[in-house]
C-alpha cells in the first residue's frame, strides 16, 4: 500500500472513529423540571360523612357551575361541606342554600381547600343548593343533616 492510501485509509479511520464516539454517548436528562411540565395531578375526595349525620345532597367531582336541587334541612345542626381546587391560578366558589343564605370560599390552585360550614337551624326548611364559579374550579362538595 502507498504512503497516500495509508494516510487516507487512516484518516478513514479517524474520521469513522470520531464519527462513532459522537453516536454512542448517551445524553443525560436534565433532572430540573421544565417551565411547559404539568402541574401535579390534585385529586378531590368526598368530605367525610360526620357522626350523626346522612348526606342529603351530593355532587362531584365536577368543574363550573351546578344545581343540586332541592333539600329538606332538618332542625339542628346540618354541615354544608366543599372540596375544591382551580385549575389556573387561583379561583373561588359560591355556595347557596337559597332559604338560609350563601357564602364563597377560595380555591387554590396548588392544592385542595376543605371547607366545612355548619348550619344550625331553629326551623327545618326546604332550599334549593346551587354551586356558582368557573369551569377552571374543580369541587366536590355535599349537605349533610342530623340523623
Do not use: Y
Not at 70 to 94: E, P
Not at 121 to 131: N, Q
Amino acid at each position: 500500500m502507498s504512503r497516500f492510501h495509508r494516510s487516507a485509509a487512516n484518516a478513514a479511520a479517524v474520521a469513522m472513529a470520531a464519527a462513532l464516539v459522537g453516536c454512542s454517548g448517551a445524553e443525560k436528562p436534565d433532572p430540573r423540571p421544565s417551565a411547559t411540565s404539568p402541574a401535579p395531578v390534585v385529586k378531590l375526595t368526598a368530605p367525610e360523612i360526620r357522626p350523626g349525620h346522612h348526606r342529603i345532597a351530593s355532587e362531584g367531582p365536577r368543574r363550573g357551575s351546578w344545581d343540586l336541587g332541592d333539600v329538606q334541612l332538618a332542625k339542628g345542626i346540618s354541615w354544608v361541606n366543599v372540596n375544591c381546587v382551580a385549575s389556573a391560578g387561583k379561583g373561588q366558589i359560591t355556595l347557596t342554600v337559597d332559604t338560609v343564605g350563601k357564602f364563597s370560599i377560595d380555591c387554590p390552585g396548588n392544592e385542595v381547600r376543605i371547607n366545612v360550614n355548619q348550619l344550625d337551624l331553629a326551623e327545618g326548611r326546604k332550599g334549593r343548593f346551587h354551586i356558582e364559579t368557573t369551569d377552571h374550579v374543580q369541587w366536590i362538595a355535599d349537605i349533610q343533616a342530623p340523623d
